[in-house]
């Protein structure tokens, strides 16, 4: 089954990565963005740090993680474009600052803007001609049905190249988004 998932991943990443214009990998990020934004403006500074999932992250903490993911994210990207592997490790799975729910709300949703921001118009300052065979390593995380109908965690190393990276941007973020609706919707029934 672990294989199943993983060809399936890479086929994706291929089809709506890989092998896409840059300016349609460009919008699906954007709206990722946009959609995750929307989301988030509804949520007060008190109640992004209500635990709404025990053992869950509470919506502060995932906006922090996606500030501290998407900035070296950009980063490795800008790396990609130069026709380079980006230096050093993958970034991290579940990274997140040293104190997430210390950081002032406002101030992390400026942040998320201000990365989320770069990452568009680097991808779209992207010449449509444009190819480089540098690659990177991520950390690809999907989450599979259990037999049990839960869900778990696979995750691996995947080397990509910078479409498929740039098209992780918008998974990542939809991904978080379904998260930060289920802690809001299981808070605000509390």
């Known amino acids: 089954m672990e294989n199943d998932v993983k060809v399936k991943a890479r086929a994706y990443l291929r089809a709506k ?3 896409q ?3 349609i990998i460009a919008e699906r990020v954007r709206a990722a963005f946009t959609a995750f934004e929307e989301v988030v403006d509804s949520v007060r500074a008190r109640e992004a740090t209500v635990v709404g999932i025990a053992g869950e992250w509470t919506v502060q903490e995932v906006v922090d993680h996606l500030v501290e993911t998407e900035r070296p994210s950009l980063d490795e990207l ?3 474009l130069a026709g380079r592997r980006p230096p050093g490790s993958p970034i991290p799975a579940s990274l997140q600052s040293r104190a997430p729910l210390l950081r002032p709300w406002p101030w992390l949703l400026r942040e998320l803007r201000t990365v989320q ?3 568009v118009a ?3 300052a992207v010449r449509p001609d444009f190819h480089t065979d540098a690659t990177a390593a991520l950390v690809l995380v999907v989450n599979t049905l259990r037999p049990n109908g839960g ?4 995750s691996w190393i995947e080397e990509l190249d910078w479409k ?3 098209l992780v941007f ?3 973020e939809i991904d978080h988004l379904n998260q930060v609706k289920k802690i809001l919707a299981a808070a605000r029934a509390q």
Do not use: F, I, K, S
């Not at 869900?151 to 696979?154: A, F, Q, S, T």
């Open 17 to 19: 990565g890989t092998l």
């Open 21 to 23: 214009p840059v300016a």
């Open 78 to 80: 800008w790396c990609l």
């Open 117 to 119: 921001r770069d990452v």
């Open 122 to 124: 680097t991808l779209e």
């Open 151 to 154: 869900v778990e965690p696979l």
């Open 164 to 166: 498929a990276y740039a």
């Open 170 to 172: 918008r998974l990542h």
